[in-house]
């Protein structure tokens, strides 16, 4: 069964930048396209970044132009470099397929200070 292991979060002041990296166990990411989502307190689990196959990346309008959203196909690893980081962006972020087709790793909590 493949895992989803998501790694990089941490306690970071607004304004700073995290990158977040996502490491399948097989290479389940060859031919997927590969997403981040993030859930708040209290939240349901959002879209925040998707990346397609061919490394086409598409953004939540509320952090485009802050995160950037990177594959290597080679490596199973997906990674999202956030900057500007703002206190609504607190929440723990995992990775899945646009389909939320895999089993969910633990996540990693990114937690903005203001």
């Known amino acids: 069964q493949v895992q989803l292991v998501e790694s990089g979060g941490g306690l970071v002041q607004a304004g700073g930048s995290l990158r977040l990296s996502c490491a399948a166990s097989s290479s389940i990411f060859s031919n997927k396209a590969m997403g981040w989502y993030r859930q708040g307190p209290g939240n349901l689990r959002l879209w925040v970044a998707t990346?397609?196959?061919?490394?086409?990346?598409n953004y939540a309008d509320s952090v485009k132009g802050r995160f950037t959203i990177s594959r290597d196909t080679a490596k199973n690893t997906v990674w999202l470099q956030m900057n500007t980081l703002k206190p609504e962006d607190t929440a723990v972020y995992y990775c899945n397929t646009p389909g939320r087709l895999l089993p969910w790793g633990q996540g990693t909590q990114v937690t903005v200070s203001s």
């Open positions: 990346i397609t196959t061919g490394g086409i990346p």
